[in-house]
């Protein structure tokens, strides 16, 4: 198999008791298994099959015949970049080198967490919020199904899945109370750091 699903980058019950290893053992186990599945059962024998998921990516968004391996290859993408996202004891206010950008950017920390917050549940039906660096300036925006930061020129810092299957089965249709969970309770600000020195 050319493409392979990452280790999760904790156990399953690691980010109790906000989301469950229920939730997990579905999301991970199944789901984020199922896009690496598809994704090399729609590329074997054929010229992607060699190329590193972010060049599949590039290469077939956009193309009408390809949509199928551009939805599994980004969501394959997405998944693992929203595993690290989160960490047991995050969330709450980043470092203060991550704090300076975000004040600097957004006014304040209250202000990006607010537009972060709209962005997730302002999302109608499946998809993505996003922290990127537009050219260096920190944004909040929102992506539809598989789509994702990299298709818009933007780098992803920071991501919330906000499908309903990332927050069902603890939180049933309240997807504000599992966004306000991820923010004051998930976030890992060391991998936002990460991805801004890049
Ligand atoms: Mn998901």
């Not at 729609?42 to 060699?50: C, K, S, V």
């Not at 890992?188 to 801004?196: I, R, T, Y």
Request: with cysteine.
């Amino acid at each position: 198999m050319t493409f392979t699903l990452p280790p999760l980058p904790y156990d399953m019950s690691a980010l109790e008791p906000h989301i469950s290893a229920n939730t997990l053992s579905f999301h991970y186990g199944k789901h984020h298994q199922a896009y690496v599945t598809n994704l090399n059962n729609l590329t074997q024998n054929t010229p992607l099959a060699g190329k590193s998921l972010e060049d599949v990516i590039l290469e077939v968004s956009g193309q009408a015949d390809k949509v199928g391996i551009f939805n599994n290859a980004a969501q394959v993408w997405n998944h693992t970049f929203y595993w690290h996202c989160m960490k047991p004891s995050g969330g709450g206010q980043p470092p203060s080198d991550i704090l300076s950008l975000i004040e600097r950017d957004f006014g304040s920390f209250d202000t990006f967490r607010d537009q972060f917050k709209q962005a997730a549940i302002s999302q109608f039906g499946s998809g993505w919020a996003w922290l990127v660096s537009d050219k260096g300036v920190l944004k909040i925006t929102k992506t539809g199904n598989a789509d994702l930061p990299m298709t818009h020129g933007h780098k992803a810092l920071l991501t919330c899945d906000v499908w309903e299957h990332a927050y069902y089965l603890d939180y049933q249709n309240r997807r504000p109370d599992y966004v306000d969970t991820f923010l004051a309770h998930l976030i890992n600000w060391d991998f936002v750091a990460k991805n801004l020195s890049v």
